[in-house]
């Protein structure tokens, strides 16, 4: 998921280093990420609702422009077979043997033949299958990949490196995109920096470890969470807690002026997961909800897909 800042420190890196060689799973990865920049409030920290792409798009662009004009750079830059200047210097053949290699990294390209809800129509490429069969599934670009179970009636509209997102097909998730382009109900996964959960500009709940970020959150007072409990799911460790907006909390969230028709944010709840993962950081399982009178019956079916989790932790399941 690439955010506001995330760009910014993009373009400084990019204006800085002025590389002159651009792989092509780099421009490849760019593209895939401006192409599927999600839309949807509900999935909040790795999803990002309309009003905060309105400006997150042109900086997408920016960075699109930034990227292209840096291939351009490292094109011009090579050397010339017009003998001008100097001694002609010969390109080197490609290796066939490098020709041949798979990627390292699983292909995150759109999935052509996803089928989604006819009330979803959203204008972003589903990267994920789309409705899935109740029963098993495997991950197709997720870092790290794992299988899981579903019920029927569940979607994954998005399978990326980076990112894994399920819904529900149900009513109140109809009801709430038909309202907003939001999802009432969702579950969200990235490795993810520092989460927030109700109010980005008042948290900071950045950690080395699952245990690190869990206490960030609990020492925030705009939030109230709950006692966390120590989980293991599906060869990963870590902490699982529930979250909403502290009532007691006096202070002001700038965001709660473009909030979606219908969400009240001191309704919404989220029960968050955290996943130390070797050598990666820590993953982020978001199991959000707009209205706690519905928290419940969607936990009681979203949990037992997220327990059903077992992850690919071999070395070849690392991306490179």
């Given at each position: 998921m690439?955010s506001?800042?995330?760009?910014e420190?993009?373009l400084d890196?990019w204006f800085?280093?002025?590389p002159?060689?651009?792989a092509?799973?780099?421009?490849d990865?760019v593209a895939?990420?401006?192409?599927?920049?999600?839309?949807?409030r509900a999935?909040r920290v790795?999803?990002?609702?309309?009003?905060?792409?309105?400006?997150?798009k042109?900086?997408?662009?920016?960075?699109?422009v930034?990227?292209?004009a840096?291939?351009?750079v490292?094109?011009?830059?090579?050397?010339?077979?017009?003998g001008?200047?100097?001694?002609v210097t010969?390109?080197?053949s490609?290796?066939p043997?490098a020709?041949t290699?798979p990627?390292?990294?699983p292909s995150?390209a759109?999935?052509?033949?996803?089928?989604?809800p006819?009330w979803?129509?959203t204008?972003?490429t589903p990267s994920g299958p789309?409705i899935?069969?109740?029963?098993?599934h495997?991950?197709?670009s997720?870092?790290p990949?794992?299988?899981?179970?579903?019920?029927?009636g569940?979607?994954n509209?998005?399978?990326s490196?980076?990112f894994?997102?399920?819904?529900?097909d149900t009513?109140?998730?109809?009801?709430?995109f038909?309202r907003s382009?939001g999802l009432?109900?969702?579950?969200?996964?990235?490795?993810y920096p520092?989460?927030w959960?109700?109010?980005e500009s008042?948290?900071?709940?950045?950690g080395a470890t699952?245990?690190?970020?869990?206490?960030?959150?609990?020492?925030n007072?705009a939030?109230?969470?709950s006692?966390?409990?120590?989980v293991?799911?599906?060869g990963?460790t870590g902490?699982?807690?529930?979250?909403?907006?502290?009532?007691?909390?006096t202070?002001?969230?700038?965001?709660?002026?473009d909030?979606?028709?219908?969400l009240?944010?001191r309704d919404e709840?989220?029960?968050?997961i955290?996943l130390?993962?070797p050598?990666?950081?820590?993953?982020?399982?978001?199991l959000?909800s707009?209205?706690?009178a519905?928290?419940?019956a969607?936990?009681a079916?979203a949990?037992?897909?997220?327990?059903s989790?077992?992850?690919?932790?071999?070395p070849?399941?690392s991306?490179?």
């Amino acid at each position: 998921m690439t955010s506001e800042r995330d760009i910014e420190r993009l373009l400084d890196r990019w204006f800085t280093e002025r590389p002159t060689d651009v792989a092509d799973r780099v421009l490849d990865e760019v593209a895939d990420r401006i192409g599927r920049q999600p839309q949807q409030r509900a999935w909040r920290v790795l999803r990002r609702d309309s009003h905060v792409n309105s400006y997150l798009k042109p900086l997408l662009a920016v960075a699109a422009v930034v990227v292209i004009a840096v291939a351009g750079v490292a094109f011009l830059g090579q050397p010339s077979d017009s003998g001008v200047g100097g001694a002609v210097t010969p390109a080197p053949s490609p290796s066939p043997a490098a020709s041949t290699l798979p990627s390292a990294t699983p292909s995150a390209a759109p999935s052509a033949g996803a089928v989604l809800p006819p009330w979803y129509t959203t204008s972003e490429t589903p990267s994920g299958p789309g409705i899935l069969s109740a029963g098993g599934h495997t991950t197709r670009s997720f870092m790290p990949g794992f299988t899981f179970s579903v019920p029927d009636g569940w979607v994954n509209d998005t399978d990326s490196v980076d990112f894994f997102g399920l819904f529900p097909d149900t009513p109140a998730n109809q009801a709430q995109f038909a309202r907003s382009e939001g999802l009432a109900q969702s579950m969200a996964m990235s490795v993810y920096p520092s989460p927030w959960f109700t109010c980005e500009s008042v948290e900071n709940n950045r950690g080395a470890t699952a245990a690190e970020m869990v206490a960030a959150a609990m020492a925030n007072e705009a939030l109230a969470v709950s006692d966390p409990v120590d989980v293991a799911i599906g060869g990963l460790t870590g902490k699982q807690f529930d979250v909403r907006r502290n009532p007691d909390w006096t202070g002001t969230c700038p965001g709660d002026s473009d909030l979606p028709q219908g969400l009240d944010p001191r309704d919404e709840r989220t029960r968050g997961i955290f996943l130390d993962v070797p050598d990666r950081g820590v993953l982020v399982m978001l199991l959000y909800s707009m209205s706690s009178a519905e928290t419940e019956a969607f936990l009681a079916e979203a949990m037992p897909i997220i327990e059903s989790f077992q992850f690919d932790l071999g070395p070849e399941a690392s991306p490179s």
